[in-house]
C-alpha cells in the first residue's frame, strides 16, 4: 500500500483518542483541498501489516479510543484498507474505526470508487458492503471550498456524517478542532479542521 503518515493520537479526527492513517493517492481533485500532498499516487510503499503493527503498538502506549483512515482517499486503496480493518477488529475489537472520503455513499454502494472495468464492479460493491460493516463512521462526500460547514468533521456541507454501528451518537462528535504538532526534528504537522485556511 501507499502511506502517505501516522499519527499516533489526536483528538481532532473523530471520537476520542485516535490514530490516524492517511493513505498516499487521490484522484478525486477537490479544489484547494487541505492535504494536495497526498494525491500523487507514488511514494512510501508499505505493507499492511506494518500498519497494524504500528497501530497496536500506539495502542498500547496511548489507550487509544479508535483509528480514522484519511488520505489521499482510502477507498482508492481498499485493498490494503480491508486488509487493516480486518485484522484490527481481530486483533483489537475494542478499536473503533472511521474513515475520510471523498466519495458519497451511493458511488460506493455502486463501487465507483473503483478504477477496475464495469463487469467487475459488483466485486467493489462487494468490497465496500465488507468495509462498511466494519466501520463505525465515516465522512462521506468531496470538498467544497463554496461550501464551508462548522458541523463536526465535516469540511463542507453537502459533506455527511454517517453512523454505521450503534457504538456512537452523533452527540460523540465534538466541534471542529485543530491540532498542531511539532516534532522534535522541527516538522510540524497540521491536522483537523483549519477553517481560517492554513498557516503558510
Avoid at 468490497?127 to 466494519?134: G, V, Y
Amino acid at each position: 500500500m501507499l502511506l502517505h503518515a501516522l499519527m499516533p493520537t489526536s483528538r481532532a479526527n473523530g471520537p476520542g483518542l485516535r490514530a490516524v492513517v492517511w493513505f498516499q493517492g487521490c484522484s478525486l481533485g477537490c479544489g484547494n483541498c487541505f492535504n494536495p500532498r497526498t494525491h500523487p499516487f507514488h511514494g512510501t510503499e508499505v505493507n499492511p501489516e506494518h500498519v497494524i503493527r504500528e497501530i497496536l503498538e500506539y495502542d498500547t502506549r496511548h489507550d487509544l479510543d479508535g483509528v480514522t483512515f484519511s488520505g489521499g482517499e482510502p477507498m482508492q486503496q481498499a485493498n490494503a484498507l480491508l486488509t487493516i480493518m480486518r485484522e484490527l477488529r481481530r486483533r483489537s475489537p475494542k478499536l473503533s474505526l472511521g474513515m475520510f472520503t471523498g466519495y458519497t455513499e451511493r458511488e460506493l454502494d455502486e463501487g465507483k470508487f473503483s478504477s477496475v472495468p464495469e463487469a467487475l464492479a459488483t466485486d467493489a460493491t462487494s468490497q465496500w458492503h465488507t468495509i462498511r460493516c466494519l466501520l463505525d463512521f465515516a465522512i462521506m462526500g468531496r470538498y467544497n471550498q463554496a461550501q464551508a460547514s462548522s458541523t463536526s468533521l465535516c469540511s463542507s456541507r453537502n459533506q455527511i456524517l454517517r453512523l454505521f454501528s450503534d457504538r456512537y451518537t452523533r452527540d460523540d462528535f465534538g466541534p471542529q478542532e485543530v491540532e498542531v504538532i511539532i516534532a522534535e526534528d522541527g516538522l510540524a504537522q497540521i491536522t483537523g479542521f483549519p477553517v481560517l485556511g492554513i498557516p503558510t
